[in-house]
């Protein structure tokens, strides 16, 4: 991996992190694209610049989930369920799901049907996404948890997940979007820390890689901040259809065309 590979993948890691398009799924591709194998460093280096899109969240979020005893505990609830699937399944998830690159795909493009299909819905008055998060709930908040737990299946967005699943419980786009970033923090943490203990021997076998994975986490942190940023200014007046549309269209031209 050279310093060109390290820019792209931190850019790639930030910027489709909080975006609902999935960012391990753009990472893999991205990955294929540049002809890096798979090795053991490339791994290591892709849980470890997760961090710095986390860092983007708390350098924006972290007075207001610390002065919001309430909405702490909610975050904590719908963080359960992801933690309970990736603690029980966590082998199954890296040496099953995460093998199938066709699998993937398929997965990527139903998830943009089925943000079509909730926008569609939206537009017929079927769902009305009109609350703030203030008025979350403790039982929807385990419902949410529920729905992130899905996004351990490689192309879904754990992003895209809370999404959709606030968005049907009736919450704002941008509300939604915001809850979602303040969850990424105890999910993405406690999953980046779950992944560095069982790579633990990785990381002393290449000490000297230090530079390449602080550049690496730096551009992702910068390029999160940018793409957290835009994700609220542009759902506050749009809806998910964009992304359902880039999901169905960049999946079939991959099917179609990469090998």
Known sequence: MNILHTIILGIV???????????????????????????DFTKLFNVVIQSGAILAVVFLYWKEVLSNMR?????????????LVGLFL??????????SVFGTTIVFILVGVIFLGVEYLISRGKIKPMLDVEKLTYLQAIGIGVFQALAVVPG???AGAVLIGMMI???????????????????ISAASLFDLLEMKDVITQHPDSAITL????????????????????YLQNHSLALFGWYRVIFGILLLLFAR
Request: overall charge positive; glycine content about 6%.
């Open 156 to 158: 879904v967005s754990r």
């Open 90 to 99: 966590y082998d199954y998830i890296k040496s099953v799901l995460f093998e």
């Open 169 to 187: 419980f009736g919450f704002k786009r941008s509300e939604s979007a915001k809850y979602s970033f303040m969850l990424s923090i105890p999910t």
């Open 71 to 83: 909405l702490f505990s909610k975050l904590i609830i719908s963080f359960i369920p992801t933690a």
């Open 214 to 233: 602080l550049i690496g986490t730096a551009i992702a942190c910068v390029s999160a901040f940018i793409g957290i940023r835009w994700l609220i200014g």
């Open 13 to 39: 890691e930030g910027v489709t992190e909080f975006l609902p398009i999935s960012s391990t799924f753009h990472l893999i591709w991205v990955s294929r694209f540049l002809g890096l194998p798979e090795t």
